[in-house]
T-cell receptor, first 111, second 116 residues
Framework: DAGVIQSPRHEVTEMGQEVTLRCKPI?????LFWYRQTMMRGLELLIY????????DSGMPEDRFSAKMPNASFSTLKIQPSEPRDSAVYFC?????????FGPGTRLTVL | AQTVTQSQPEMSVQEAETVTLSCTYD???????LFWYKQPPSRQMILVIR??????QNATENRFSVNFQKAAKSFSLKISDSQLGDAAMYFC?????????????FGDGTTLTVKP
């Protein structure tokens, strides 16, 4: 298995632009998580899905953030409009039972 | 709410020596899981070891072992024969059992430096 796949690996955009981050979980995993990591706030859980259904989105910072999981093999995290304070590394992780498997992350820079 | 505390922001160890990273947690649950994750400079988080709370025996994975003290709510990670490749940030995590979605609570991490 290729592991959790995230794209793009790096994204540089200007303030106000829409950003879409993509994730392909490990096949057979039924839970998917989106995290954000910064030096200031550490690792934050934004939202997680179980069987494609959002279970808890209380970590989503504001309405500019949205996440979807249209099927078991794909999820997106969208920021619209993006702001400089959204600059961070965004991780996707998937899980079937015990422990989570993380993707390589997307480093987002908003200028 | 569950909390996970890693009281050591930074630790260092000499190559080939042993180091222990501390983790405490707070929960009212009796059944849960605990994890240690490693995040090397490459950024990708890797599951190192896990412990089921109902098991008394401490988990071991090669040079990595844990000291699980359920009554004290302590879950430390011991790295034996430290190698340069062990240098990373280590996160302790808690997950309640009997949850379908598997949400985990993470500590703030401990940065481990390995000196040659």
């Amino acid at each position: 298995d290729a592991g959790v796949i995230q794209s793009p690996r790096h994204e540089v955009t200007e303030m106000g632009q829409e950003v879409t981050l993509r994730c392909k979980p490990i096949s057979g995993h039924n839970s998917l998580f989106w995290y954000r990591q910064t030096m200031m706030r550490g690792l934050e859980l934004l939202i997680y899905f179980n069987n494609n259904v959002p279970i808890d989105d209380s970590g989503m910072p504001e309405d500019r953030f949205s996440a979807k999981m249209p099927n078991a093999s794909f999820s997106t995290l969208k920021i619209q409009p993006s702001e400089p304070r959204d600059s961070a590394v965004y991780f996707c992780a998937s899980s079937r039972a015990l422990g989570q498997f993380f993707g390589p992350g997307t480093r987002l820079t908003v200028l | 709410a569950q909390t996970v505390t890693q009281s050591q922001p930074e630790m260092s160890v000499q190559e080939a020596e042993t180091v222990t990273l501390s983790c405490t947690y707070d929960t009212s649950e009796s059944d849960y899981y605990l994890f240690w994750y490693k995040q090397p400079p490459s950024r990708q988080m890797i599951l190192v070891i896990r412990q089921e709370a109902y098991k008394q025996q401490n988990a071991t994975e090669n040079r990595f072992s844990v000291n699980f003290q359920k009554a004290a709510k302590s879950f430390s990670l011991k790295i034996s024969d430290s190698q340069l490749g062990d240098a990373a940030m280590y996160f302790c995590a808690y997950r309640k059992a009997n949850t379908n979605a598997g949400k985990s609570t993470f500590g703030d991490g401990t940065t481990l430096t390995v000196k040659p």
